[in-house]
């Protein structure tokens, strides 16, 4: 019997969302937590550490169709920033969704040298 298209999809989401965790686990370290929800993965980055007095802590949920079809679940916190500038700053990266890629990349440039608005949201006040 050959496997129906959506368990192939359904297999080959599973493997890059391993992969884009693995990546992400590789860049920030002890900086970034994972856990398995559901089907789901969810991520959590602080930047610029989990130790600094000052961070943005983001929160991705990858969910099961995610990256073939469906966007990650964003949520930045950042109690010194502004409320605006975290909702301009996740709506950027939100952006950089494109169904069938992954957005660790786009995450960890837009926490090291990214857009002005996740610039911001990042920097001290």
Not at 50 to 78: D, G
Request: aromatic share 4%.
């Amino acid at each position: 019997m050959v496997p129906a298209a959506d368990d192939a999809d359904d297999d080959l989401d599973a493997q890059q969302r391993a992969e884009e965790a693995e990546s992400l686990s590789a860049i920030y370290g002890d900086d970034c937590s994972m856990v398995q929800q559901a089907g789901s993965t969810v991520v959590k980055v602080h930047v610029p550490s989990r130790t600094a007095e000052q961070q943005v802590v983001l929160r991705a949920l990858l969910p099961s169709n995610y990256p073939s079809a469906a966007p990650p679940v964003l949520e930045l916190h950042a109690p010194h920033r502004p409320p605006e500038d975290i909702a301009a700053a996740a709506e950027e990266l939100e952006q950089q969704f494109v169904p069938g890629g992954q957005v660790q990349h786009a995450l960890h440039v837009q926490s090291t040298d990214g857009p002005a608005n996740y610039q911001q949201a990042m920097s001290h006040p």
